[in-house]
Structures are given as structure tokens and as C-alpha cells.
């Protein structure tokens, strides 16, 4: 079995061992083998899903994806209607930017590779297997893909054989179960679009290349506890009302704010909290305050963390980076955004 390795400080994604990533930097693919997994796609997932692996295959990734609003997360001052450049995310070949120095990809025919886990890993980089994909392939791609997943399925392998030849045998999966965290549950469709390409060896210098990001920051309006980007199509950042009066109480301090700090900024918060919420029931507030605000509980990470979701759902992370709350640790956290782009309609 043959190895590839990629840089840990380079590569755009963390990967995972479950998945199964198509890998063809020299573009030879193109012409023997883009029909046939087409034609056999679903079949060709059903046969990796079986064995508890995902098939990561970009040119249908990317057919299959709504280009206009991966562009208009990368956009958000795009017009509705605005027609997007022609793109192409159909190249493998970012991979490139991310593998070992030493690495020659053109000794190299299509194949899969996939990564072979932490125990593979060194200091500076991660450790992916790389499987020739045989010529026969385009005449019996089903039984090749059984022959891959029986030898590297996510499963008690029967029998320890290599990928042309390999005697097709399925237990049951062991301890494979797709867990999504509380921030991956609120991730938006287009979000997840692409989080998909970057997952499938699609780098950062590929998406700003493909996508153009803007580099213009929208304005901000507070209205009554709403939150408003004026120069992005009006748009709404929407988030828990607790969230949304950390996220104000953060706005008003552009000096920033240390977590052990926040209690210091208890009655300030709990003047926004009780303004937007509108809620009567005092101590109800005053409870979720107290919490929110005590240094030796986690209420404010979560908090942060779903001020920071509520914006990347929108758009992309290099522009989200100006408008949620950041900071490193020990250091006070602040919103880096210019005050001179926000605007207050809302009683003090």
C-alpha cells in the first residue's frame, strides 16, 4: 500500500478516516473514469455507506450544487438576481498546495485516498493511504468498490486483502454513528455546501479564487434589538435573545471585555436583557444573567459559540471574522468591526 502525506498547517480541513476522497491531480481521470463513476454514483455511494465510509467525488459534489448560493455566501452585497461568473470546481489539483514537499504526483494515476488515522500522523503532517483505481474499473466498478470497503470499511474486516483480488464479505458496522454537535445542527444548507468542498480537498486559495469574497463590510443597525446589514441586501442576523444582548453589551464596549470580567458588567446586561426580551418574569432574567455571567460556568463559550454560528450562516468566515466576538484565551474579547459602521435605533 502506498502513502501520501499532507501538511497539518496547510491543509483546509481536519480530516477523517471515514472518508473516502477521489484523488486525481493530474486530471487522467477525467477522460477514463468521470463517466463511469457518474453512472454508477449512487450505487458506487450505497457500497461505501455500507461499509460506514463517505465518497467524496468533487466533479459531482459540484454538479450537484447550487453555485449561486455558495456565491452569494461568499457575497452578501450581491443582488439577488446577480448573475455569477462561470465557475469551475471541478479540479483536484488544490491538493497539491497541501502535500509533502517530496511528493511527485505525476509517478501517481487516479486513485482514493483516505486518511489513515492519528496513530499515522506526525508532528507536521496527516497520513492518507493512496489505492490505485485498476483499469478494469471501467467495465465492474461496484465489485471494486466492495473489494475497497471490505478492506477499509469502518468494520470487522473478514479478510485482510488488498483491493484488486479482495473476496467481498460485510459484518456490521462497530461503533460507527454520525454525531453532530450543537453548532453542526445549526449549520445553513449552503453552509454545509461548503463545509462539503473544503471536506473534499477543495483549499481556501481554490474558493477565493472561484468565489471572489468581498472585502467590503456592510453597516450595521441596531433597531429595537434586531440586528441589520444594510449594504448586505438588508439582511437579518438572527440569534437567541440571551445571545443577542451579550452580542449589544459587547458592541457597546470596543475596548473589549474579559470573561472573568463579565461580572462586573452584570447590571448592563441585565438592562439588555430585560429591554429585549420583554419579558415580566424578573427573576427568570435575572437567573439567566447569573449564569451567563459567572466565570466558574461554560454559558458564555456556548453563548459565543451561537453568536458566531448565527453569522457564519450567512456568509463566509472571512468576512463573519469582523462582526462576531473574538479573542484569544486570557486575552478580552471584543468585536472587531468599526463602531463608525454601527448605528443604534433603541432606548438606552
Given at each position: 500500500m502506498q502513502y501520501i502525506s499532507f501538511?497539518?498547517?496547510?491543509?483546509p480541513f481536519k480530516p477523517k478516516s471515514n472518508v473516502v476522497i477521489y484523488f486525481d491531480v493530474t486530471g487522467i481521470g477525467r477522460k477514463l473514469y468521470y463517466g463511469v463513476i457518474d453512472k454508477y454514483y449512487e450505487r458506487i455511494v450505497d457500497e461505501f455507506r455500507r461499509g460506514g465510509l463517505e465518497f467524496c467525488f468533487l466533479p459531482k459534489i459540484a454538479h450537484d450544487?447550487?453555485?449561486?448560493?455558495?456565491?452569494h455566501y461568499f457575497n452578501p452585497q450581491a443582488s439577488p438576481n446577480e448573475c455569477i461568473p462561470n465557475l469551475n470546481v471541478y479540479e483536484d489539483r488544490d491538493l497539491l498546495e497541501y502535500i509533502v514537499a517530496d511528493?511527485?504526483?505525476?509517478?501517481?494515476?487516479?486513485?482514493l485516498i483516505q486518511y489513515k488515522g492519528e496513530e499515522f500522523d506526525t508532528v507536521d503532517s496527516y497520513t492518507f493511504s493512496y489505492t490505485r483505481i485498476p483499469e478494469r474499473f471501467n467495465s465492474s466498478p461496484i465489485p471494486l468498490i466492495r473489494q475497497y470497503v471490505n478492506l477499509h470499511g469502518v468494520y470487522e474486516a473478514?479478510?485482510?486483502?488488498?483491493?484488486?483480488?479482495a473476496t467481498t464479505s460485510y459484518n456490521k458496522p462497530l461503533n460507527y454513528e454520525l454525531v453532530e454537535d450543537d453548532v453542526d445542527m445549526m449549520m445553513s444548507e449552503?453552509?454545509?455546501l461548503v463545509e462539503r468542498l473544503r471536506k473534499s480537498g477543495v483549499g481556501e486559495t481554490a474558493l477565493q479564487r472561484l468565489f471572489k469574497p468581498t472585502q467590503k463590510l456592510s453597516r450595521m443597525h441596531i433597531q429595537y434589538g434586531r440586528i441589520f446589514l444594510p449594504d448586505y441586501n438588508n439582511m437579518e442576523i438572527k440569534m437567541p435573545t440571551l445571545s443577542k444582548a451579550i452580542y449589544m453589551l459587547y458592541l457597546r464596549h470596543p475596548e473589549g471585555v474579559m470573561f472573568s470580567y463579565l461580572p462586573d458588567y452584570r447590571d448592563e446586561l441585565l438592562h439588555l436583557?430585560?429591554?429585549?426580551?420583554?419579558?415580566?418574569?424578573?427573576?427568570?432574567?435575572?437567573?439567566?444573567?447569573?449564569?451567563?455571567?459567572?466565570?466558574?460556568?461554560?454559558?458564555i463559550n456556548e453563548k459565543c459559540s451561537r453568536i458566531k454560528q448565527a453569522f457564519l450562516r450567512e456568509f463566509d468566515d472571512s468576512i463573519a471574522r469582523n462582526y462576531y466576538i473574538t479573542g484569544e484565551r486570557g486575552e478580552a474579547k471584543k468585536i472587531l468591526l468599526s463602531r463608525d459602521l454601527v448605528t443604534w435605533d433603541m432606548p438606552d
Amino acid at each position: 500500500m502506498q502513502y501520501i502525506s499532507f501538511y497539518k498547517d496547510r491543509l483546509p480541513f481536519k480530516p477523517k478516516s471515514n472518508v473516502v476522497i477521489y484523488f486525481d491531480v493530474t486530471g487522467i481521470g477525467r477522460k477514463l473514469y468521470y463517466g463511469v463513476i457518474d453512472k454508477y454514483y449512487e450505487r458506487i455511494v450505497d457500497e461505501f455507506r455500507r461499509g460506514g465510509l463517505e465518497f467524496c467525488f468533487l466533479p459531482k459534489i459540484a454538479h450537484d450544487m447550487d453555485l449561486k448560493k455558495i456565491y452569494h455566501y461568499f457575497n452578501p452585497q450581491a443582488s439577488p438576481n446577480e448573475c455569477i461568473p462561470n465557475l469551475n470546481v471541478y479540479e483536484d489539483r488544490d491538493l497539491l498546495e497541501y502535500i509533502v514537499a517530496d511528493y511527485d504526483p505525476w509517478r501517481h494515476s487516479p486513485g482514493l485516498i483516505q486518511y489513515k488515522g492519528e496513530e499515522f500522523d506526525t508532528v507536521d503532517s496527516y497520513t492518507f493511504s493512496y489505492t490505485r483505481i485498476p483499469e478494469r474499473f471501467n467495465s465492474s466498478p461496484i465489485p471494486l468498490i466492495r473489494q475497497y470497503v471490505n478492506l477499509h470499511g469502518v468494520y470487522e474486516a473478514v479478510f485482510d486483502t488488498s483491493f484488486v483480488g479482495a473476496t467481498t464479505s460485510y459484518n456490521k458496522p462497530l461503533n460507527y454513528e454520525l454525531v453532530e454537535d450543537d453548532v453542526d445542527m445549526m449549520m445553513s444548507e449552503v453552509q454545509m455546501l461548503v463545509e462539503r468542498l473544503r471536506k473534499s480537498g477543495v483549499g481556501e486559495t481554490a474558493l477565493q479564487r472561484l468565489f471572489k469574497p468581498t472585502q467590503k463590510l456592510s453597516r450595521m443597525h441596531i433597531q429595537y434589538g434586531r440586528i441589520f446589514l444594510p449594504d448586505y441586501n438588508n439582511m437579518e442576523i438572527k440569534m437567541p435573545t440571551l445571545s443577542k444582548a451579550i452580542y449589544m453589551l459587547y458592541l457597546r464596549h470596543p475596548e473589549g471585555v474579559m470573561f472573568s470580567y463579565l461580572p462586573d458588567y452584570r447590571d448592563e446586561l441585565l438592562h439588555l436583557y430585560g429591554m429585549i426580551s420583554g419579558r415580566d418574569n424578573r427573576e427568570e432574567i435575572k437567573r439567566s444573567v447569573d449564569d451567563v455571567t459567572d466565570p466558574t460556568r461554560n454559558s458564555i463559550n456556548e453563548k459565543c459559540s451561537r453568536i458566531k454560528q448565527a453569522f457564519l450562516r450567512e456568509f463566509d468566515d472571512s468576512i463573519a471574522r469582523n462582526y462576531y466576538i473574538t479573542g484569544e484565551r486570557g486575552e478580552a474579547k471584543k468585536i472587531l468591526l468599526s463602531r463608525d459602521l454601527v448605528t443604534w435605533d433603541m432606548p438606552d
